[in-house]
């Protein structure tokens, strides 16, 4: 059971990783069209680089204003068994279905169910438009349910044969006629109980907003803690992009008002204290430095070097994208006592920063986020809560270095480069040829390490994957390689959990899933492709 909300907490993950992009082009379109920043001659609407920004900052809008129908085409990315793309085009129509459905029932009997469709999509109507039907606004959490409904349909009967006569309907006609079906009680249901479910999202919203500081600390410690089990999307999800914390999401929410926080001189806190439940990156940038610094000074003189180039790149990649992952499973695996404290601090940094008056949208990393979407543009009216934002972040990486070194002398961990330690370094280039895998033969060579060392085809029944982590059900664990094995390929770390497995490869995890599935459909090329020319 675990197993399969862990695949489905990964395959959110998709979807997700097309927000920064657009952020950074929303961000940066807002603050140039605020005459703040390039005058009040630019900035006129009839002026032509106004209107150029804002024909730029329109397509960034694309992702935003598009977030249920985005999540549920790319949810059977990761939770489709087979022919991904056909599932993704079943979920499309099916979803486009239930909208349809649950707009005719609406304007028809729409009294019985206590909606008003007569009224304008608009905050607080409970209504919305996607692809242009008006529909109830089920935001994210629709699109969620109704795509892993279609996905399983898809799983259970895309390749079920019918007799010949029947033939033009197997494949994907097949499920789009079985989730046909479906969606009529499911647009049923809908109507009937989501007018409930979205007044009971306004009481948690309510809730929220009294709890504070202490509703930000759990918040925080929710989602940095269940990193490891791949279940702090659904924590985080709720808040970014549905609407636990406020009506659309914070990222929308703040996007859409990010002019109009940044020209006024009024506490953020007080504008938007919602922002206090995306705080989280802060730990990825301020806290990601005081870790790396305690891991490289706790290590031994002699190989501090080999050291700076495992923690250096990984370091980076947290400051600047905010990818924690090779970072944290750095030490998870040695003491997962480090990242309970990693957790705990993490929490405590945001609680203080909102204490402090910093809130905002800052759950990514300084080039996606914090730069373009909030530092930069509130600058001119809010500058002090910058400032108090990286001093208390600077605090906090000292303690995170004073703490974690602390510990690992105390209890004698074998972090990297400790005296006897187990762990294998990898130099600087080791670790950035494992990551970037600049041609396909080096990709194909891996995965065909991979899935020996997982035990061939015939043992692995699920593949999905997040930002760094290959994530698989086995058929039988016993029959997988070393942990040693899969890191002489280039993984950072194997966690074994039951009959799953959680194979940390880096950012360039989607190619490598790629090339598992290509290969797993290719058995002659496994036949062909020793275990040692695969290491090699």
Same mark, same amino acid.
């Given at each position: 059971?675990?197993?399969?909300?862990?695949?489905?907490?990964?395959?959110?993950?998709?979807?997700?990783?097309?927000?920064?992009?657009?952020?950074?082009?929303?961000?940066?379109?807002?603050?140039?069209?605020?005459?703040?920043?390039?005058?009040?001659?630019?900035?006129?609407?009839?002026?032509?680089?106004?209107?150029?920004?804002?024909?730029?900052?329109?397509?960034?809008?694309?992702?935003?204003?598009?977030?249920?129908?985005?999540?549920?085409?790319?949810?059977?990315?990761?939770?489709?068994?087979?022919?991904?793309?056909?599932?993704?085009?079943?979920?499309?129509?099916?979803?486009?279905?239930?909208?349809?459905?649950?707009?005719?029932?609406?304007?028809?009997?729409?009294?019985?169910?206590?909606?008003?469709?007569?009224?304008?999509?608009?905050?607080?109507?409970?209504?919305?438009?996607?692809?242009?039907?008006?529909?109830?606004?089920?935001?994210?959490?629709?699109?969620?349910?109704?795509?892993?409904?279609?996905?399983?349909?898809?799983?259970?009967?895309?390749?079920?044969?019918?007799?010949?006569?029947?033939?033009?309907?197997?494949?994907?006609?097949?499920?789009?006629?079985?989730?046909?079906?479906?969606?009529?009680?499911?647009?049923?249901?809908?109507?009937?109980?989501?007018?409930?479910?979205?007044?009971?999202?306004?009481?948690?919203?309510?809730?929220?907003?009294?709890?504070?500081?202490?509703?930000?600390?759990?918040?925080?410690?929710?989602?940095?803690?269940?990193?490891?089990?791949?279940?702090?999307?659904?924590?985080?999800?709720?808040?970014?992009?549905?609407?636990?914390?406020?009506?659309?999401?914070?990222?929308?929410?703040?996007?859409?008002?990010?002019?109009?926080?940044?020209?006024?001189?009024?506490?953020?806190?007080?504008?938007?204290?919602?922002?206090?439940?995306? #705080? @989280?990156? $802060?730990? &990825?940038?301020? !806290?990601?430095?005081?870790?790396?610094?305690? +891991? =490289?000074?706790? *290590?031994?003189?002699?190989?501090?070097?080999?050291?700076?180039?495992?923690?250096?790149?990984?370091?980076?990649?947290?400051?600047?994208?905010?990818?924690?992952?090779?970072?944290?499973?750095?030490?998870?695996?040695?003491?997962?006592?480090?990242?309970?404290?990693?957790?705990?601090?993490?929490?405590?940094?945001?609680?203080?920063?909102?204490?402090?008056?910093?809130?905002?949208?800052?759950?990514?990393?300084?080039?996606?986020?914090?730069?373009?979407?909030?530092?930069?543009?509130?600058?001119?009216?809010?500058?002090?809560?910058?400032?108090?934002?990286?001093?208390?972040?600077?605090?906090?990486?000292?303690?995170?270095?004073?703490?974690?070194?602390?510990?690992? #002398? @105390?209890? $004698?961990? &074998?972090?990297? !480069?400790?005296?006897?330690?187990?762990?294998? +370094? =990898?130099?600087? *280039?080791?670790?950035?040829?494992?990551?970037?895998?600049?041609?396909?033969?080096?990709?194909?060579?891996?995965?065909?390490?991979?899935?020996?060392?997982?035990?061939?085809?015939?043992?692995?029944?699920?593949?999905?994957?997040?930002?760094?982590?290959?994530?698989?059900?086995?058929?039988?664990?016993?029959?997988?390689?070393?942990?040693?094995?899969?890191?002489?390929?280039?993984?950072?770390?194997?966690?074994?959990?039951?009959?799953?497995?959680?194979?940390?490869?880096?950012?360039?995890?989607?190619?490598?899933?790629?090339?598992?599935?290509?290969?797993?459909?290719?058995?002659?090329?496994?036949?062909?492709?020793?275990?040692?020319?695969?290491?090699?």
């Amino acid at each position: 059971m675990l197993s399969q909300i862990q695949r489905f907490g990964g395959a959110m993950f998709t979807p997700v990783l097309l927000f920064p992009f657009a952020g950074i082009v929303v961000g940066l379109a807002i603050m140039l069209r605020n005459p703040m920043f390039v005058g009040e001659a630019l900035a006129a609407p009839d002026h032509l680089f106004a209107q150029i920004i804002h024909i730029i900052e329109e397509g960034g809008w694309t992702v935003f204003r598009n977030m249920p129908l985005i999540f549920a085409v790319g949810l059977p990315i990761g939770l489709a068994k087979q022919a991904q793309g056909r599932a993704c085009l079943a979920v499309l129509v099916s979803f486009l279905t239930w909208n349809y459905f649950i707009n005719a029932m609406g304007m028809t009997w729409g009294h019985f169910f206590g909606v008003d469709f007569s009224a304008e999509p608009s905050a607080g109507s409970g209504l919305t438009l996607i692809a242009g039907i008006k529909t109830l606004d089920t935001s994210i959490i629709g699109a969620i349910v109704i795509s892993g409904l279609v996905t399983a349909i898809h799983n259970r009967y895309f390749d079920k044969p019918l007799p010949v006569f029947l033939g033009i309907f197997q494949g994907s006609s097949f499920v789009v006629i079985v989730a046909f079906l479906v969606m009529i009680p499911c647009a049923w249901l809908t109507l009937l109980g989501w007018p409930k479910v979205q007044l009971g999202i306004e009481s948690l919203q309510g809730f929220l907003r009294s709890a504070g500081a202490i509703g930000v600390w759990v918040y925080t410690f929710l989602e940095r803690i269940l990193i490891p089990t791949g279940l702090h999307h659904f924590i985080y999800g709720p808040f970014i992009y549905g609407p636990a914390a406020v009506e659309g999401g914070i990222q929308v929410y703040w996007a859409q008002h990010l002019q109009e926080f940044s020209q006024s001189s009024e506490s953020l806190k007080t504008l938007f204290p919602e922002g206090g439940f995306a #705080l @989280h990156g $802060n730990s &990825k940038i301020f !806290g990601s430095v005081g870790i790396a610094l305690a +891991l =490289y000074f706790t *290590a031994a003189p002699e190989n501090r070097i080999k050291v700076a180039g495992l923690l250096i790149p990984a370091t980076l990649t947290a400051m600047l994208v905010g990818i924690t992952e090779p970072l944290e499973f750095t030490f998870l695996f040695i003491s997962p006592l480090l990242f309970a404290v990693h957790a705990v601090l993490a929490a405590t940094m945001a609680t203080v920063m909102y204490l402090c008056g910093v809130v905002g949208n800052m759950g990514g990393g300084l080039l996606d986020q914090f730069l373009p979407q909030n530092w930069i543009p509130m600058f001119h009216n809010h500058a002090g809560m910058i400032a108090t934002q990286i001093g208390i972040g600077i605090a906090f990486t000292v303690l995170y270095f004073v703490i974690f070194r602390a510990l690992i #002398l @105390h209890f $004698n961990l &074998k972090t990297p !480069g400790r005296d006897e330690s187990e762990i294998k +370094l =990898y130099s600087k *280039a080791d670790y950035q040829a494992a990551r970037a895998q600049t041609t396909v033969a080096a990709k194909t060579s891996q995965a065909a390490g991979f899935l020996q060392a997982l035990g061939g085809c015939g043992n692995i029944l699920s593949i999905n994957n997040c930002a760094t982590r290959l994530r698989i059900t086995l058929a039988d664990m016993t029959l997988t390689q070393s942990d040693d094995t899969f890191k002489a390929l280039g993984a950072h770390g194997v966690v074994r959990r039951g009959n799953g497995i959680q194979v940390i490869v880096g950012l360039h995890v989607p190619q490598v899933r790629d090339q598992l599935e290509n290969l797993m459909k290719d058995r002659s090329y496994l036949e062909k492709t020793p275990m040692t020319e695969a290491v090699s």
